[in-house]
């Protein structure tokens, strides 16, 4: 049975953060969401903008009184709100830092009055380039150095997991802190460089998929809707307080392989005849000179599944063909 009723999230207008709330609201739990609309967008928000249990306000984590002011009437925090997209990143560093690291800050502050349960969202990229396969909770971090402005979003990431474990330990304040790997399902957009949504909404267009590098570093990817299920299994679990999870799938596949399957399922789900093409773009061409990609991303996640019995359950090409989906739908809209 779960215990909080009143959610509020920071990033609410977010991919994850709607899709939280979708989740929440269908539940009969209230949301205050919280946006500033930086790459969450208003059409997120649109279908529960009329619910009588959510609360939408437009504002920034940097505000401490109205992050204080929202979190009284909230018994769970889930913070999610945070400079995302590995091109934002390297574009504006600046924002990258500021917001990860003071915006968590006073989230963890605004809860500690009444020791208000926060989640925090962290997140793969924290691993840098460990080579430890399957990267699990306790490895050791490595990370590129700090004139390369990449690293400076798993560093701040790391500062807030710090942050929100100093705050467990000395301010009593209860932290579940998950690391997310890959996250992607319908609503996600191409356009903060997510590379899923993005090849999708090529091969809809008729384009030639962009395939960065030469194709043959991988990820796993997994649907917003099993993150969210862990997620949920996690705040509700008081042994997970104080610790940190990974949360991702655990099929792995190249970003060329990921090429052929996305050309290939949206032939099948729309009917269409023409193949586009796959070309290869130098990463310096595509972020900055001296930029590093992770070379391969795989998480354990025995201590999620131990703790809270969670897996994911759905396997990649079933979650390709929901954002298929959603984005000839939103393309008809
Ligand atoms: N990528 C790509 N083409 C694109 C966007 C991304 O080949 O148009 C690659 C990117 O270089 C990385 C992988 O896809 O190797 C995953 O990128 P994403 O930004 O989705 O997530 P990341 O794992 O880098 O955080």
């Known amino acids: 049975m779960e215990k909080f009723n009143t959610y509020f999230i920071t990033g609410g207008a977010g991919f994850i953060g709607s899709h939280l709330t979708a989740r929440a609201l269908s539940e009969g739990k209230r949301v205050i969401a919280l946006d500033n609309f930086s790459t969450g967008s208003i059409d997120n928000i649109d279908s529960f903008k009329s619910h009588p249990y959510y609360e939408f306000h437009e504002g920034s984590i940097h505000d401490l009184r109205l992050l204080k002011e929202l979190s009284q009437s909230a018994d769970i925090i889930f913070h999610l709100a945070a400079a995302v997209g590995v091109e934002l990143i390297v574009n504006d560093p600046l924002n990258t830092i500021e917001t990860n690291i003071r915006g968590t800050e006073n989230v963890l502050h605004a809860a500690t009055k009444n020791k208000t349960p926060v989640f925090i969202a962290s997140t793969s990229e924290v691993y840098g380039k460990s080579e430890q396969f399957p990267f699990k909770e306790e490895n050791d971090i490595v990370l590129g150095p700090s004139y390369l402005s990449r690293w400076s979003y798993a560093a701040t990431k790391l500062v807030d997991e710090f942050l929100a474990l100093a705050y467990s330990a000395q301010r009593e ?9 890959n996250t992607i399902g319908p609503g996600q957009t191409g356009q903060y460089g997510m590379v899923v949504p993005r ?47 990974n949360i991702g799938s655990q099929e792995e596949i190249s970003i060329n392989q990921l090429a052929e399957r996305i050309i290939s399922l949206t032939q099948q789900e729309t009917q269409r005849q023409q193949r586009v093409k796959i070309t290869h773009t130098p990463y310096e061409q595509a972020y900055r000179p001296g930029f590093e990609d992770t070379v391969r991303r795989v998480p354990d996640t025995s201590k999620v599944e131990q703790l809270v019995g969670w897996q994911p359950q759905y396997k990649l090409d079933r979650t390709i063909k929901d954002i298929i989906h959603s984005l000839v739908s939103a393309v008809a809209a």
Not at 173 to 181: D, E, G, Q
Not at 228 to 236: D, G, P, T
Request: with cysteine; glycine share 8%.
């Open 199 to 245: 090849f999708i909404q090529q091969a809809l267009a008729g384009e030639s998929i962009t395939v960065y590098g030469d194709g043959e570093q991988s990820r796993c990817f997994c649907h917003v809707s099993d993150v969210i299920e862990a997620v949920l299994r996690l705040i509700n679990e008081p042994k997970a307080y104080g610790q940190v999870f």
């Open 173 to 181: 304040l209860p932290v579940v802190i998950a690391r997310f790997f």
